[in-house]
């Protein structure tokens, strides 16, 4: 792992509060460290990941995991205002929704999103993808420093 014995940072951008809780349960089973934000809606992500407003002293995630369907911005436009801004373009996105179709998967991708998950609708399958998501993205994979 290369956070330095530090938390991971995880923004999560999820509108739905029963969505938020399941990912909330399931970061707390799994074996990571970690600080889980959320912002409800797609200008709320990009102020935190600008460190606007009231996100001005947020940390820089060490990842985004969002959600497409928010209300205000959603995720396709904040994929696509994320790959146009140099100051942020690095943080790796993985959209974690619950659509399983072939055009937002591949507008998804076409945006630069690092990986694309759909989300299991049983709890048990839930955790399972959170705990890969965590062994590949903070054990397995190499991230930029956030220094």
């Not at 530090?6 to 923004?11: G, H, M």
């Not at 999820?14 to 970690?34: M, Q």
């Not at 797609?42 to 985004?64: K, Y």
């Not at 890969?132 to 054990?139: A, E, I, P, R």
Request: aromatic share 8%.
């Amino acid at each position: 792992m290369n956070l330095s014995g530090r938390p991971a940072e995880i923004l999560l951008a999820e509108d739905n509060e029963d969505d938020f809780e399941l990912t909330r349960i399931a970061f707390g089973r799994v074996r990571l460290t970690a600080h889980l934000h959320r912002v409800s809606d797609g200008e709320q992500c990009m102020a935190f990941l600008r460190r606007e407003g009231e996100h001005a002293r947020a940390p820089t995630p060490d990842i985004v995991l969002l959600d497409l369907n928010m209300p205000r911005m959603d995720g396709r436009q904040v994929l696509e205002e994320v790959s146009r801004d140099d100051r942020i373009c690095h943080i790796p996105i993985i959209v974690l929704t619950s659509s399983d179709a072939d055009a937002d998967v591949f507008a998804a991708y076409k945006l630069h999103a690092r990986s694309y998950i759909v989300k299991p609708v049983d709890f048990a399958k839930f955790e399972n993808a959170i705990q890969t998501l965590s062994d590949y993205w903070f054990k397995l994979v190499r991230l930029p420093s956030n220094a």
